[in-house]
Structure formats: C-alpha cells, structure tokens
C-alpha cells in the first residue's frame, strides 16, 4: 500500500479539480461534486464517513489522498465559560483557538500562523517565531471545532469570527481569504463576512489589496499608539510599516469600502498612559468612522507591560468621546487558562 507522505491532501483541490480528477477515472464528474460536500459542508474527517460514495470509490480515494484534518489535543474550560484549544496540524505543530461566550453571541478567535512573522513586544506569541503559515483548511477546521463546541455547550451556532489568534493574518492573506471564502460559502458554513473580523497589526500593502479586491469582511488594526517613536518600541516592523503609511492604506480603504475601521488599542503604564498619547490616537482614526477598542492587558511572564490604572483609561474614554468617537473597554476573557489576548503561546 502507498505510504501516506505520497498522497496528496484532498483539500487542496477545489471543487472544479475534484470534478476533472473523477472524469479521468472514468467516473462521472457529480462525484467532485459529493466528495467536496462531505470534504467541506459535512467535515468528514475520513474517507469511509464518505457514505453515499461507492466503497471501491472510497478505497480509491483512501489509496491516492489523505484528509489531513486538526485534531484538538487539548480542551480547557475557564472560569468565565471560555474555552481554550490546543490543536495539533498535521505535522504535529501545535496552534491555539479560543471560544469567547457572551449573553447573545459565541466568538471564536482563529490563529492563522503557527507563532507569528512579527515581533510585538508585549505578545506571547511572538516568543514563539513564526514556523508556518496554516493551510486554508487548517483554518477552517478550527472554525469548525469552535463551532461544534459551541452548539454542544452553548446550545447554539457560532456567531462571529476574529482573526486575533496566533499570527499576522495578512502576512498570510491567500491562506486566510480562501479560508473565508469556505466559510462564508453555502458549501461550507454559510456564515455572513459581515460576521468576520480580521485583525492586522497593520501592513498597509494587504490593506491596500483587500480594499481592491472589495471584501465584505471587517477590518480591525491592533494600533496601540499613534506616535511612531512608540509604537516602533512596542511593535518594531512599525519601522518598516510606519503610520503614516498606515494611515494612507486606511484612508483608501475607507474610500473603497465605506466600512468601519476599529481599532483595538491596550494602554500601558508609563508607555502610553499621557494625554498626549490619547490626543494623537484621536488625531489618527478622525479620518473615517472608528471605534475604539480599549482592552484590559494581560501580564505576560517578564512584566515589562503593566497595564494603566482606570484613570488613564478614563482619561482615554473622555477625550475619545469629546471627539466623537466610539470607544468601548473590553474586559479580558479567559485570563485563567492564559486564553485572553495576547497569550496566546501553547503553554499548556
Ligand atoms: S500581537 Fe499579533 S502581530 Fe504582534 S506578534 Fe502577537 S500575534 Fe503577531
């Protein structure tokens, strides 16, 4: 029998392809069009779940693919309802989905890269370095998990999408756009892109491209200071990336999508604690219709990043608000199985 590192993975191949390779069987082309429901509508997870397909089909495709699905290795449970999976790929690397419930909706944060290509400094996950971009279906497959838990624990679908896991999504954008195109398709999950948020620490080229391109999706910018010299401290390919750029990919984003932009945007003690801090933030987003995310941080091990006290934050509620501008603090979830933002880093 073949070994299976000479099969090819099923789920590279589109719908058309798996039509075209049934032909070449002699096989009637309708098949591609089964075997890609259950790859994708039904997530079967083997050949033989396969039940409306002929048992020599099925041992045909057992012999020339494999369907390299995740697997959760890890499930935790917080305190707070939130839920924390460890999935191990194919080649037993190891990235982390999170399942944040609250009274009306069930949110699950997918990682994109297993660590990260980008170095910010108050990010667990950047410790991690990237190792390699998920695969669209590795993608998918975690949606799909969180979406499973979801109706088992919650007694409902999954509602919503961040891509603020593990990994810079548009530093692996082909990878995450086929993932959403699966995920909002009715032959996938059906979901609404409006349902969708995409996170990026800002890379003004693929911000640029999406605009172009037109997506339906949201976009969110993990901004956390609107001061160069800053922000290249904390998050250094801001060098590289800089906000005037930034700010121009958004500016054109805006015009192409007429779309929302929101920011999300953690205040730390002695980094960007100042009013000044603040004005410059609102003088950043007053471009376009924003929101405001201002998250509580989570202390990773070495406590270089505090997080400000609630006068800082206040401070940054009032001077937001004079200005016309959406802002909400959001409360960390899941800090207790080190699930919450930014810690994300296969500790467990
Ligand atoms: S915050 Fe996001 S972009 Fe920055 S290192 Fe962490 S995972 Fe990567």
Known sequence: MEVAKNKKDIRAYTKEQ?????????????????VYEWLWQKSAHTFEDMTNISKETRQMLE???????????????????????AV??????????????????????????????????????ARLKRMRNLNPDEIYDQVVAIDNESRLYFDRPLSNIVFMGMGEPLMNYNNVIKAIDKITSPEGLGMSPKRITVSTSGVPKMIR??????????????LHSAIDEIRTSIMPFNATFTLADLREALEYWYQKTKSRITYEYVVWEGINDTQRDANALVDFCRFAPSKVNLIE?????????????????????RTLEQNGITVTVRRSRGKDIDAACGQLANKS
């Open 209 to 222: 491209k999406m605009a172009d391109e037109e997506v339906k999706f949201k976009l969110a910018v993990s």
């Open 18 to 34: 798996l039509r075209l390779f049934f032909e070449s069987q002699g096989d009637k082309a309708f098949r591609g069009n089964q």
């Open 63 to 85: 012999d020339n693919f494999v369907i390299n699905h995740i697997k959760v290795d890890q499930m935790q449970r917080s305190s707070d309802g939130t839920i924390k999976n």
């Open 297 to 317: 941080y989570n202390p990773i091990d070495d406590g270089d990043f505090q997080q400000a006290n609630n006068a800082a934050i206040e401070m940054y509620v």
């Open 88 to 125: 191990r790929l194919h080649d037993d690397l190891i990235v982390e989905s999170v399942l944040i419930p609250t009274k009306t909706r069930t949110t699950a944060c997918v990682s994109s890269q297993v660590g990260c290509s980008l170095d910010c400094k108050f990010c667990a996950t």
